[in-house]
């Protein structure tokens, strides 16, 4: 699912959509700030079946928002845990055919979320940029495959063979924290949805084009303050575009991918109204450890909460702990947060996102499993606050 609404509501830095003496006085543009744009200007995801790679690897200008989105499970020798989001994301301000030619401007803004959760230190680093993408300074592409925003990238290291796709390395810092990862891409990549195409609510082209590689091996570093760790894991990709909107009344979602230690994988994501029920087009994909994959619809699974935690800054009280079931799987799971804090307060809007971990029984068989939780609606309500952006 994937912060499809608040990427629209991002404040960005130095835009480009000003003119130089505007940009000098002005270095702050929220969405606020921004004239309202038809969104039926902008190209829609309507068709299934209209992923292709590697170009789709990279960017889709036409669309207004976008987003690379990486998640893992880390740990060193020793069994110290880690979890780490970096995140790319793209929105673009005007329709592609307006933009100015010279490198200075652009209509296209990127920000970018890195977040580092150390359980054993019971520790979570959240950080954000924001930037437009003239003169290099964010952007993506798809040959060789790169996505970057001033120092934070991901970058192809080789484009692989018929059999994979080869390595990505992940670079992220901060003040306090930084990874240095290199991912081993796996195939074949996952199509969400209908063939790539995942329905986010009944109106015509609320939609989004989205595929995920998940069981990436990973390897690298993790620093916290002045201490280095190596580590290895596991870790999840999603790249969605989209030109689309929450249907009124859905206030937020719950969202889940999970990486299991038999080779499997789940993402499930229920669209949340204001009474709590899911919208019918919530649902999700079990990736079999072949790569093949089995379509979750709403009716298919039960997501059931056994324990909140409330936040001492926003106030917002959350999931904490879960119960999932999904019976046409034989899939029994109960799961928990890694951490209890694993808060963000972005530029707009403020939701949960961090490490969980999951245990129970696929086919009778006992399995194990890490991933990502992403809990949103909770603190903001963020219908009102796309509305407000479009």
Request: hydrophobic residues 35%; charged residues 20%; contains cysteine.
């Amino acid at each position: 699912m994937r912060l499809l609404s608040i990427i629209l509501g991002l404040c960005v830095l130095m835009t480009g959509l000003l003119t130089p003496a505007a940009w000098a006085a002005k270095t702050q543009l929220t969405w606020q700030d921004n004239p309202a744009v038809d969104s039926e200007r902008y190209a829609q995801a309507t068709q299934p079946g209209q992923v292709k790679f590697p170009e789709d690897f990279g960017p889709h200008t036409a669309f207004q928002t976008e987003w690379w989105y990486y998640t893992g499970n880390l740990e060193t020798d020793e069994g110290r845990p880690f979890g780490y989001q970096l995140t790319f994301f793209r929105s673009a301000v005007t329709p592609e055919e307006e933009v100015s030619q010279s490198r200075w401007r652009s209509n296209q803004l990127y920000s970018a979320h890195f977040t580092l959760s150390d359980i054993e230190g019971n520790q979570f680093y959240p950080y954000e940029r924001y930037s437009r993408s003239g003169a290099d300074l964010a952007g993506a592409a798809a040959h060789p495959y790169e996505v970057w925003l001033d120092d934070w990238q991901a970058t192809e290291l080789d484009s692989g063979d018929g059999n994979q796709l080869g390595k990505v390395r992940l670079q992220a810092r901060s003040e306090d924290t930084a990874i240095d990862l290199v991912v081993d891409q796996t195939l074949p990549p996952v199509l969400q949805g209908d063939r790539g195409l995942s329905q986010k609510g009944r109106e015509p082209g609320n939609a989004s084009y989205y595929y995920s590689l998940v069981q990436q091996p990973t390897t690298g570093s993790v620093t916290v303050g002045d201490t280095t760790y190596p580590v290895r894991g596991t870790t999840w990709k999603d790249h969605e575009y989209s030109t689309s909107a929450l249907s009124r009344g859905t206030v937020g979602w719950d969202w889940f991918s999970l990486q299991f230690d038999n080779g499997t994988a789940l993402m499930l994501y229920g669209l949340r109204h204001e009474d709590g029920r899911f919208e019918p087009t919530s649902g999700g994909t079990f990736v079999q450890a072949d790569g093949s994959t089995k379509h979750i619809d709403l009716e298919a699974f039960d997501i059931e909460v056994q324990k909140t935690w409330k936040s001492l800054d926003s106030k917002a009280i959350y999931p904490a702990a879960w119960a999932i079931a999904i019976p046409k799987l034989g899939l029994q799971l109960q799961g928990q947060a890694m951490m209890a804090d694993q808060e963000l307060k972005t530029a707009t809007a403020t939701y949960w996102e961090g490490a969980v971990a999951f245990s129970g029984s696929l086919q009778g068989e006992a399995v194990t499993a890490k991933g990502y939780a992403e809990l949103t609606g909770y603190a903001d309500r963020l219908d009102s606050i796309l509305a407000a952006s479009r």
